[in-house]
C-alpha cells in the first residue's frame, strides 16, 4: 500500500496463512464497566469482555512486544507464528485502573498511544472525548440539534458521510452524522468554541473531566517501570489530512522527546487519530519519519504483513472484530469487498 493509503488492496491471504508472515495488531479504547459510571451509554469494552478476549488470544496467538514487532520490520528476527499486538489508544486512566494489572499478571505487555494536551502536565479534554461524553449525556438527536442551533446550521449540512470514517456496524447513523460535522467538516475553530459551549452548558468544567478520565505522566512512569510501551497521538488530536505541513509539523513535532523523556524509550512508535486513509496523507508521513518515529499504526482493519505494508502504515483490528464479539477474527478487506462498502477504520475513537 502507498503512502496514504492510497493502493488497491490486495488479496493478502492467497496461498499462504497471513498469521505466519504477519502481526494482528489489536487495538483498545475504553475498558470500563460503563455502567457504573456516570456515563453508562460510552461504548466501552467491559473488563470483563477484555479478560475474555485476552483468554481468546493467548490461546490462539503469541502476544508480543513492540521491539519484537520492530525486529521483524526491520528484517533482524522472525515474528512468532500468529503473532499478536496490544495497541491502547487515547491515554485513558482505564489502561491504568483496569488494563495494567490484567496485563501485568498474564505476563504480556502493551503499547499505549498519548495525545500530549491530555496527558501533559496541565490536562485538556480533547475534543474528540467532548463528542463522546455529550452523546453519552444527551443522545444523539438531543445533542444534534443542539449543536445545528449552536453554529446556525440546517439539519441538512449534518447529513454526514461515509468517505472520511466508512460504515460502522456498532454505531448508529444519527452519531456518525453529528461526529462526522464536528470532526471533519467544520474549521476547528468554530468545532471547539461549539464543543466549548455545549459542554460547559451541560456537563460542566472540562478541565475537571480531563483529570479525571485521562492517564498522567506519574501513572505513565509507572506502566513504562512495569515493561509497557507508549507512543505518541498528536499534541491535541487533530486530523492530520485537514492540516497543512507546518501544521502537522507542529502537532508532531514534540512526540518524541516528551514520551522518551518520560519513559527511557529509545524508540517511539506513532498512532494516527482516526487513521483511515483519508486522515492522513503522504505528507504526514514523511513528517513523521524526519521527526525520528519509529513506525506508525493506522486503523485500517486487517492483520498486519511484513515486507508488504509500510512501517508507517500499519493496519489494526479492532477488540470488536474478535471474540468474544465475533465468531472469529473479522478481515476488514473481505467485508468490503462483500458489501461495497467501505469499512469503518476510526474504531472506538469517531
Known amino acids: 500500500m502507498t503512502a496514504g493509503g492510497h493502493g488497491a488492496p490486495r488479496d493478502l491471504g492467497a496461498g499462504r496463512d497471513v498469521r505466519r508472515s504477519g502481526c494482528m495488531v489489536v487495538m483498545y479504547h475504553y475498558v470500563r464497566d460503563s455502567a457504573a459510571t456516570p456515563f453508562p451509554a460510552i461504548r466501552a469494552l467491559s473488563p470483563e469482555l477484555f479478560e475474555r478476549q ?9 502476544i508480543v512486544d513492540l521491539a519484537t514487532l520492530q525486529s521483524s520490520l526491520a528484517g533482524e528476527a522472525l515474528l512468532p507464528e ?12 482505564d489502561h491504568y485502573e483496569a488494563v495494567l494489572p490484567v496485563l501485568r499478571r498474564r505476563g504480556v505487555t502493551g503499547t499505549f498511544f498519548l495525545s500530549q494536551n491530555a496527558c501533559g502536565p496541565e490536562p485538556r479534554l480533547l475534543g474528540v472525548h467532548k463528542i463522546h461524553l455529550l452523546l453519552a449525556s444527551l443522545g444523539a438527536e438531543v ?20 468517505t472520511v470514517f466508512g460504515a460502522d456496524r456498532w454505531e448508529e447513523a444519527d452519531d456518525r452524522a453529528i ?5 471533519y467538516e467544520l474549521p476547528y475553530q468554530e468545532a471547539d468554541r461549539v464543543l466549548d459551549a455545549l459542554f460547559s452548558r451541560h456537563l460542566g468544567d472540562a478541565a475537571a473531566f480531563a483529570r479525571g478520565l485521562y492517564l498522567n505522566e506519574t501513572m505513565v512512569r509507572e506502566m513504562s517501570a512495569a515493561g509497557m510501551v507508549f507512543g505518541y497521538h498528536t499534541r491535541s488530536h487533530r486530523m492530520l489530512s485537514r492540516l497543512g505541513a507546518d501544521e502537522q509539523a507542529d502537532e508532531l513535532r514534540d512526540g518524541v522527546g516528551w514520551i522518551r523523556g518520560l519513559t527511557g524509550q529509545s524508540s517511539v512508535p506513532f498512532c494516527y487519530p482516526w487513521g483511515g486513509p483519508q486522515t492522513y496523507s503522504p505528507v504526514t508521513v514523511r513528517l513523521l519519519h524526519d521527526a525520528g518515529y519509529s513506525l506508525a499504526f493506522n486503523t485500517v482493519r486487517r492483520r498486519a504483513v511484513i515486507g508488504q505494508d509500510h ?13 468474544p464479539h465475533a465468531g472469529d477474527e473479522v478481515d476488514a478487506l473481505t467485508e468490503e469487498r462483500r458489501s461495497g462498502v467501505p469499512v469503518d477504520t476510526a474504531g472506538g475513537e469517531a
Open 82 to 93: 500468529s503473532a499478536a499486538l496490544l495497541t491502547f489508544d487515547d491515554g485513558f486512566i
Open 179 to 183: 461526529k462526522h460535522l464536528l470532526n
Open 54 to 62: 485476552l483468554d481468546w488470544l493467548q490461546a490462539h496467538y503469541t
Open 143 to 162: 445533542f444534534g440539534r443542539a449543536v445545528l442551533a449552536e453554529c446556525a446550521l440546517s439539519p441538512a449540512r449534518a447529513a454526514g458521510s461515509r
Open 311 to 323: 512501517p508507517f502504515e500499519l493496519p489494526r483490528l479492532d477488540t470488536r472484530d474478535l471474540p
